[in-house]
């Protein structure tokens, strides 16, 4: 398969993500708030989105736990590690706050950035000087 196929059909995949986190509503960040808000005026159909998203990835994840080359033969492998330590808490409950304050996540920023609401920029740049300071800091 030649190189540019495969750009395609990134490109192709990532649009179509990228159009359901819109679709979805998971890239408004008042309605993911509204999620959030399990004391307040919850909204719970992102709850169905997330089940829907879960549904939908159960079998591949369980067929990519045999292979070792995607469909276009790309290598992959899928994390191992089972441990639960202080790093894995730590990032999880960073990521839980971050989405929790903003209401948006990396991959819905980045829709937003791409359909023009540069607002996403307020996010998006802390999270690739913080993730860029992460493999600084970890190098060693």
């Known amino acids: 398969m030649t190189q540019f196929f495969k750009h395609i059909l990134a490109l192709g995949f990532g649009l179509l993500f990228g159009a359901g986190l819109l679709v979805s509503g998971m890239a408004n960040p008042a309605k993911v708030i509204g999620f959030l808000d399990v004391f307040g005026s919850w909204d719970p159909s992102l ?9 939908v990835a159960i079998v591949p994840f369980g067929l990519a736990k045999r292979q070792t080359h995607t469909l276009i033969g790309e290598t992959f492998s899928l994390p191992t590690a089972r441990i639960i330590d202080a790093r894995l808490i730590v990032g999880a409950v960073l990521f839980g706050v971050g989405w929790g304050l903003v209401g948006i996540c990396p991959a819905p920023a980045i829709s937003l950035a ?5 607002q996403s920029l307020y ?4 999270m690739l000087i913080t993730m860029y300071l992460h493999d600084v800091l970890n190098k060693g």
Not at 47 to 55: D, R, T, W
């Open 114 to 118: 791409g359909l023009g609401q540069l």
């Open 123 to 126: 996010f998006i740049i802390p």
């Open 47 to 55: 709850a169905f989105v997330m089940m829907g998203a879960i549904g």
